[in-house]
Every structure is written in structure tokens, then in C-alpha cells.
């Protein structure tokens, strides 16, 4: 199983500042044939399920605020919150869809400093 | 708009079985592959397997396949999940989550959207 390890496990960030997660996979997750990272990014509310912010490691996903962005590749991916709102206070999950089955990292726990 | 409802929360014995469902709404059910997952207390995210609602192929986890059987039905737009044999290491919320693009045989694919989550608590 490709195992996906993020940090850190928490971070605290002030209102309007960046918000910086990485997550590394242990197997490469670029698919050479068509130059793709096969990697999502969600977002976990208290209370709620997960909701899909990015995909292809830097689609984001409609109706998704530009403050979020995905960058990296083959094993290193980071999710950036540029300026964070009290709406962000959530935990992050990076997910791998490059092979069966289906995994995910820890989580980053996002809080308001 | 594209939703998946899920049924109410369950407490079972060690030994049971649980059955879980998740009603589509807003979409071509028959279109897009459901998949389940679980999240135990302090865990991460844990796929379990798929389902195509097309024609009923199933694809399941390894660690899954010997007490996971996935199914659905098409006349109500339902899919259902069930684990046997349960112990307290399944007490989690189970998740259902639909394939992020139409797809009739199976492959990787984010997933997207998830219904609202299903706590099953397994204990004496």
C-alpha cells in the first residue's frame, strides 16, 4: 500500500496569515503517461465529512476559495492556505488515487493562533 | 444538488453484523461508483472498497474482503455496506463517498461528494 504521511499533525496560524501543510507519499504518484499527480486534497469540519478541495494535486475544485492552492509532485505535496479565515479551522487530509487501495495521510489539525 | 444520505447511527454486540446505507439523490445513480470508508477514533481515513450501482462489481480492500459485502439498489437509488463478524475494532464512522466522475468498471479516482458519516459503536 503507498502510505501518505503528513505534517505537521497541528498547526496554528493567525488570522490572515499562510497556512503551509506537506504531505509525502512513499511510492512516486506521478503517472508518467499523462504527466499527472494522482493526488486530493480534503477538508474536514467539525461534525462534517470530508469535502473535496483539490485534485490532480492543483485542480481546485469549483466554488472553492483561490486561497487554497496545491503544489508538488512525484512524492512531495504541499496544500497552502495563503490567508487564513476562521471558516479554515478544520483538519486536512492529503489522498492518493494512483493505486488500489485508496490512502490517506493523518491529517493536519488547523487552528486559529 | 448531488447528495448522499446515510442512515442513522448504530450500536451493535461483538459478533453482530451492521448494515449501513446511503441514499443518492441528484444525479444518474447508475452513473457513478460509491464508495465506502471508515474513520475509527484517533485513526485515519480507511478505504473499505466499491461499488459500481451499473452492474453491481464490486472491488474490495484487502483488509476488508473477507467480511465487507457491498451492494445497491437501483429502484430506490440506495447503496448499502455491510461488515459480519464485528468487533470493537469497528467501532468507527463509516462513510459513503461517490466516484468523482461517471466510471462503470472500476479505477482510482478522488472521491466526491460523502454522505454525512454513520457512527457504528460496537461494545458488550
Redesign the interface.
Known amino acids: 500500500d503507498i502510505v501518505m504521511t503528513q505534517s505537521p499533525d497541528s498547526l496554528a496560524v493567525s488570522l490572515g496569515e499562510r497556512a503551509t501543510i506537506t504531505c509525502k507519499s512513499s511510492q512516486t504518484i506521478l503517472y508518467n503517461s499523462n504527466n499527472k499527480n ?1 493526488l ?1 486534497w480534503y477538508q474536514q469540519r467539525p461534525g ?5 478541495l483539490i ?1 490532480w494535486a492543483s485542480t481546485r ?1 469549483s466554488g472553492v476559495p483561490d486561497r487554497f492552492s496545491g503544489s508538488g509532485s512525484g512524492t512531495d505535496f504541499t496544500l497552502t492556505i495563503s490567508s487564513l479565515q476562521a471558516a479554515d479551522v478544520a483538519v486536512y ?1 492529503c ?1 492518493q ?11 493536519t489539525k488547523v487552528e486559529i493562533k | 444538488q448531488v447528495q448522499l444520505v446515510q442512515s442513522g447511527a448504530e450500536v451493535k454486540k461483538p459478533g453482530a453484523s451492521v448494515k449501513v446505507s446511503c441514499k443518492a439523490s441528484g444525479y444518474t445513480f447508475v452513473s457513478f461508483g460509491i ?1 465506502w470508508l471508515r474513520q475509527a477514533p484517533g485513526q ?4 473499505m472498497g466499491w461499488i459500481s450501482p451499473y452492474n453491481g462489481d464490486t ?1 474490495y ?2 483488509n476488508f474482503q473477507d467480511r465487507v459485502t457491498m451492494t445497491t439498489d437501483t429502484s430506490t437509488s440506495t447503496s448499502y455496506m455491510e461488515v459480519t463478524s464485528l468487533g470493537s475494532e469497528d467501532t468507527a464512522v463509516y ?1 459513503c ?1 461517490r466516484d ?1 466522475f461517471p466510471q462503470y468498471s ?1 479505477a ?10 454513520t457512527l457504528v459503536t460496537v461494545s458488550s
Open positions: 494522482y486530493a462534517q465529512p470530508p469535502k473535496l485534485y475544485e487530509y489522498q488515487y494512483y493505486a488500489t487501495p485508496l490512502t490517506f495521510g493523518g491529517g | 464508495n485515519r481515513l480507511e478505504w472491488k480492500a484487502q462513510y463517498a468523482a472500476y482510482e479516482l478522488w472521491l466526491d461528494p460523502w454522505g454525512q458519516g
